[in-house]
């Protein structure tokens, strides 16, 4: 805090709890010390005039709040709890939300960028380090901005940290798209073991995610149809059961019986659990180089477009929400063009040989007429 004299009047310059320079003018220099007097015992305890809401509420708080409003939420479990804890390490379980500010943010998302996460393969056993991709990042700010527009939302703040500024957003790598060739799906398919084919089949006739194969019911299967509710955007879906897939069904079904709900089942529960150690075993033994099972899902749509389909048959059969995420695979209807084009170069074949017969229609007239 500082007083001082700006021409004829008397000026107090200090910061609020924010962190935001405020100054004050008064003509006369006793009403310039007696507020500069007032605003200092304030301050050593630890009470402000222009203090907000949002000052007098914890973090530790304000993430309790945001628990009991979305602790049932599919991605809390897994994610936005780990978040939570996450924002509490680093800013201070304890620290008022109205002092964190948007360069506290900032520091925030280069902690993330530097700091390697460990990936383990079985509980307590650390197998490796690696940095955080982009997109991961993005989605734990993306909880963080949630949880301070929510606080604003409720009554418990005024203001977020993240107003008043450019999004703080990394920008994201989506090129990679890994899809198989016809060859690499038969390859892949014969290097998997017999619990494991109908499966990674039934990813590549369908489209469908790891979680909605694993959690398949029979009873989702009707009249030619699968019908998917429980999704990752939520919105349900019917994917067509092609006569490829009806065949694996009818398989399944007749080794298992009616012994479970669910079509995929296995008797031996480390299987069941290591079903990513099992598939990465077979990319490996297939010799595929950057596959993952997720990439599936790329080779379905791959497969679909090059065999006629369109961009809006992927949208609807993927249960993309927006066609942004489906354009990744405009390229590849531009080759479908490329191929049918590239079967009208029989006309122009039979353009040639047209021209070629009427010239020698011509010089056969001409011949005759000669004599």
Known sequence: MAIRKRGSTWQIDYYDPHGKRVRKTFKKRKD??????????LVKEGRYLDVKKEVRVALSDLCAEYEKAYRNQKSFKNAKRRYLENFKDFFGADRLAGEITRHDLIKYQNHLKEKPVTVRFKKGVEVMRKIRTEAAINREFSCLHHLFSESVAWGLAERSPF???????????????????????????????????PIVSSAILTGMRRGEILSLKWDQIRNGFIYLSK??????????????????????????????????TFRDKAIRDNFKKGFNAAVKRAGLVDFHFHDLRHTFASQVLLNGGTLKDVQELLGHKTMTMTLRYSHLTQEHKRQAVNLLGKLAAFSDSHKWSQKRSRRAGAKRLSH
């Not at 010390?33 to 007032?38: F, G, N, Q, R, V």
């Not at 790598?173 to 017999?194: G, Q, S, Y």
């Open 32 to 41: 310039a010390d007696a507020e500069h007097a007032k605003r200092y015992a």
């Open 231 to 264: 999704t990752k955007t939520n919105e349900a879906r019917q994917i067509p059961v092609s006569d490829a897939l009806e065949g694996i069904l009818k398989d399944i079904r007749a080794k298992q019986g009616l012994r479970s709900e669910y079509i995929f």
């Open 163 to 197: 107003d008043g500024g450019k999004a703080i957003k990394l920008k994201e790598n989506n090129k990679r798209l890994r899809f198989l060739a016809d060859d690499e799906i038969k390859v892949l398919l014969d290097a998997c073991p017999v619990h494991l084919k």
